[in-house]
């Protein structure tokens, strides 16, 4: 019988395969990564190549299968999860990109979206539950229809397909079978509400394109985008075609989960009941609170958006605050500064100080996300003094991650009207100890740490499990989840007030700083 589910959880630094059990658990050898390019043409813009994405995708594939020894007959169907709002335009007559993906962390729309929060911020917020900012999807196929040639007309001839990478990977996978949901677009062109929930192009309350959305935001074809679809998807967004036929032993394999990162992360986290809350500590940190069936209109600068759909036309929403630099920031320690040689090293050496000796860092490097949402923001170090030294670096980078947190969690608090009591971490920062611990502390509440470390990859693979009965229902889901450690909060009010005070008067400092010397950071 058919029990494993494969899935591809691509990344902002890299691409991961996994193969899960019907026990929630990856199978032995059966994970394989690799990290792909990162391309920066000018200050504040961030490109990657699709085609170089793609081919470490067949790789990985490939390799977990191989390691893991399982075969093509087991696998009952593929997820998919993504980094989110980056967008990819390629040709479906041939499949070839017709610019480089454009990077959720780019900023090079800032000024597309100054004109739209000028004079369309509450119709876009009313409608999308987000804010206008150059994160999302919509500006940057904007930027594209403005500055590549002839794209415009390829877009009217159907020559130009727009997606965000879920949609550029299902199309790969399934490119050239005759079984999908989109035939005549050469492969299923879909994506999922959560995915498509990112892209200031769709309407919250329809699940679908908003053609009023569309026009302001360049006069997108609709034909052109990819086809919304549920998470869990129990016809199958399409079977893996001649592309992929020599990974899969020739077995058409069904599509059948997708979902954006970081809501894969609170699915795989089984936060199913309303007020559940998730942070995944990754390249940035996202936290998603559960909402239920309810689009909530944050007061406190977080974002509205579809946590998952089990069936058409019906989904399930959460609140989101999106913070843009975390675990980048201490990647940031070991490639920029050479501060250390690899990332675990952070742990002791933040562990060897009781505190920063006042030292702040602010890791605003491309703008800070909610609650601030300041795309001109940029990072600083403030406190130095003679006395400083690496270790108050390091514990003021990994402090800066759970302060972030906290303004998140706030906002979040004053928009339900009532208090987090357990946040649930996950992601490659969540592995650092002191960083959990601080995390505990400055918010005074329990932080817990899952067994399953990998809660993005495990969402996507629910969703596909559950298209495909490997899993029956959400209650059998949520009873494969364990802690592997809880942090409890250990100090004492007036400190933790003391430092968070100290947190807030150095992200003033750092607001608006590329609008003091913009003709650093291209906006000249």
Known sequence: MSEKILVIDQGTTGTRVAIYDEEGKPVQGGWAYREHSQIFPKPGWVEHNPLEIWEKTLICMKEVLDRSRIRAEEIAAIGVTNQRETVVVWDPRTGQPLYNAIVWQDRRTAPITDELRRGHFELIYEKTGLVPDPYFSGSKIRWLLENIPGLRDKMGKGEALFGTIDSWIIWNLTRGSPNTLTPDKGGAHVTDYSNASRTMLFNLHKLDWDPELLELLGGIDVESLPLPRPSSERDAYGYTGPEVNGVFNGKSVPVTGDAGDQQAALFGQVGFDEGDVKSTYGTGNFILLNTGKNVVKSKNNLLSTVFYSLEPGKATYALEGSI???????????????????????????????????????????????????????????????????????????????????????????????????????????????????????????????????????????????????????????????AERVFKPQMDAGRREKLYSGWRAAVKRSLGWAKEVPWAYGYE
Do not use: C
Request: proline share 4%; hydrophobic share 45%.
């Open 324 to 482: 843009f630099i975390t675990g980048a920031a201490i990647q940031w320690l070991r490639d920029g500064l050479k501060l250390i040689e690899v990332s675990p090293e952070i742990d002791p050496l933040a562990e060897s100080t009781d505190d920063t000796g006042g030292l702040y860092f602010v890791p605003a490097f491309t703008g800070l996300g909610a609650p601030y949402w300041d795309p001109y923001a940029r990072g600083l170090i403030i406190g130095i003094t003679r006395g400083t030294s690496r270790k108050h670096i390091a514990r003021a980078v990994i402090e800066s991650i759970a302060y972030l947190t906290r303004d998140v969690i706030e906002a979040m608090e004053k928009d339900i009207g009532g208090r987090i009591r357990i946040l649930k971490a996950d992601g490659g920062a969540a592995k650092s100890n002191v960083l959990l611990q601080f995390q505990a502390d400055i918010l005074g509440v329990e932080v817990q740490r899952p067994l399953i470390s990998e809660t993005t990859s495990l969402g996507a693979a629910y969703l596909a499990g559950l298209a495909v009965d490997v899993w029956e229902s959400l209650d059998e889901i949520r009873k494969l989840w364990r």
